[in-house]
């Protein structure tokens, strides 16, 4: 029988998330007008309050229907963790429209895809990154306008140059004159798109997650009603959410970066926002805000018990660490509880892009440092033998399947991808293996996904097999993580030459050329005779992993 969640329902919002939104915003500046929303890591007198949010987002929607950008459209963000960013959602989704974060470090070849692929019809970038978006955006028809968040002077002539398009500067949209009586737009809730992130599934080439209205705004209730009554009450029993500062580290166009960051603003807390991690410049945020608890991924709490730089600074205000994004291990709690003894708590919890964050989260009533969590409110999941296809008994692994409200609508003009990931019934397959133990919290074991992780980032080996294979020297190849102390894993290429001449620094370089820092062949390139496969044709990577699992690294 399918597990429900130990905790009681919770009633999930009808309303389009965008009131949500901006309806906070407005609340948290009626109570206090001058309280910071948001302030820059690098330079606090970058920061913005609620009122000013409100304002902007609303100036943000009053550009976009001046250029005809309206209900169901999708504009591409590309841009580092800032305020700026948020403001953009609030437009966007205020017109009734869909925002796709992008990667702004990705290269044009990996831009231009998403920007295919989503149909965006206006992007936002950084001036660092716009050369690469006017790049990216030569052929792409669609793409009417370009955003730049600190605009140099010359960039609409830029723009104009390279391709028929407006070049805007973000200060003049910030200008334009806010519509405050926006006509409200007459949502589906159960289907309008709020937000397109990008993931790879359980196999395979990036794909735009649909994300609706109610998906999103259902994980947002259930998450705030799961960190009131399991998770804060454990760092302090009179927690108030606007007396706090939270690191907002992660990034904005992740769908982990991005709930934590609307979480923050939802319940009133002031987010400090760092756009990298900045070793320094974290240390002394934690020190300077008195953070409570930390959001992070694995490689940081690596960095956390390995670093020196870390005992310059007092980090004696933080309770917990959580870290999402892959697993991290019971050695490494043991080390960080060692290193901090004023941390009370370690723990992760269970996600994904498609389930619009994720499904379970921990509950601080003592450590289970290995353990996922339990399953939030209004949610199912059921656990499936690989072999069999049939449920298994308490404690016994298999593939994990979750049902509830923030379960995807699907993949964006992918149907049979969608097929795929959910089923009839509305089961979504996670490609994740786990089981559950008596208390029926969660423990992740492996992935049946072949998703390689690299510090947190997914790399879809389909993805670098497909680029590889375009080169003419490469016969057919094959991509593995590798296991890395540091990263996680590092990406592996096994390659079978069509030209002898080949080498490996040639293979390496045609990836570093073409795609984002995360996903270049650190772990090294392989030449094989041939690549092993199934009768089906299915590349047989676990051959691959266990006959030659050592990062030259």
């Known amino acids: 029988m399918p597990i429900s969640s130990d905790f009681p329902p919770v009633e999930v919002p009808r309303d389009p998330f965008s009131l949500t939104f901006v309806r906070a915003l407005w609340e948290h500046f009626s109570h206090d007008p001058h309280r910071a929303a948001l302030i820059n890591a690098r330079n606090d007198t970058d920061r913005v309050t609620f009122g000013e949010l409100y304002v902007y987002s609303h100036a943000v929607a009053a550009f976009l229907k001046s250029k005809g950008f309206g209900y169901k459209d999708i504009a591409c963000v590309a841009l580092p963790n800032c305020w700026e960013f948020v403001a953009i959602f609030g437009g966007i989704t205020l017109q009734g429209s869909t925002m796709s974060g992008a990667n702004h470090n990705f290269t044009h070849y990996e831009l ?165 991690f900045h070793h320094e410049t974290f240390c002394q945020s934690i020190e300077k805000y008195r953070f409570r608890f930390l959001m992070v991924v694995p490689p940081v709490l690596i960095w956390l018990v390995k670093s020196d730089m870390v005992e310059k600074y ?145 790399v879809p080996p389909a993805e670098l097999e497909d680029l590889l294979l375009s080169h003419p020297a490469i016969k057919d190849c094959a991509v593995v993580g590798i296991p890395d102390k540091f990263s996680g894993e590092l990406p592996k290429a096994f390659v079978v030459k069509s030209d002898d001449s080949l080498t490996e620094q040639q293979v390496m370089d045609f990836v570093k050329d073409r795609l984002a820092y995360y996903k270049h062949l650190k772990a090294g390139v392989e030449f094989v005779s041939e690549i092993p496969k199934s009768p089906s044709g299915k590349i047989l990577r676990r051959l691959l992993r266990t006959e030659r699992n050592v990062s030259k690294l």
């Open 112 to 276: 231009q895809r998403q920007f295919i692929d989503s149909t965006s019809k206006i992007v936002f970038c950084a001036n660092e990154n716009l050369a690469t978006v006017i790049k990216a955006a030569r052929d792409c028809p669609r793409i009417s306008t370009i955003v730049v968040v600190n605009c140099p002077k010359n960039a609409t002539l830029d723009g104009l140059k390279y391709l028929n398009v407006d070049v805007v500067d973000f200060n003049s949209v910030l200008r334009t004159e806010p519509l405050l009586s926006l006509p409200q737009i007459q949502h589906d809730v159960d289907r309008d798109i709020l937000i397109l992130p990008y993931s790879s599934g359980t196999t395979g080439q990036s794909k735009g997650v649909m994300t609706s209205h109610r998906n999103f705004g259902a994980m947002m209730k259930l998450l705030t009603n799961h960190n009131n009554t399991n998770i804060l009450p454990y760092i302090d029993t009179d927690f108030d959410y606007t007396r706090e500062h939270q690191l907002l580290m992660l990034p904005f166009y992740h769908i982990y970066g991005f709930g934590i960051m609307i979480n923050c603003l939802l319940n009133g807390s002031t987010g400090v926002v760092l756009d990298s």
């Open 314 to 458: 007092d980090f004696g205000s933080v309770s917990l660490l959580f870290s999402g994004a892959a697993p991290a291990g019971r050695d490494l709690c043991l080390k960080l509880k060692k290193k901090f003894p004023s941390l009370k708590h370690i723990a992760q919890g269970y996600g994904m892009t498609e389930l619009s964050l994720g499904s379970n989260f921990p509950v601080l009533d003592k450590d289970r440092f290995e353990s996922s969590g339990k399953l939030l409110s209004n949610l199912e999941m059921k656990i499936i033998d690989l072999v069999t296809g049939e449920e298994v008994e308490q404690g016994m692994p298999g593939e994990l399947y979750i049902r509830g409200p923030n379960v995807m609508r699907g993949y964006f003009n992918r149907p049979e991808a969608t097929a795929e990931a959910i089923d009839k019934d509305g089961w979504l397959r996670t490609g994740d293996v786990g089981y559950l133990d008596r208390e029926r919290f969660l423990y992740v074991v492996d992935r049946r996904k072949e998703l390689i992780k690299v510090k947190g980032f997914q």
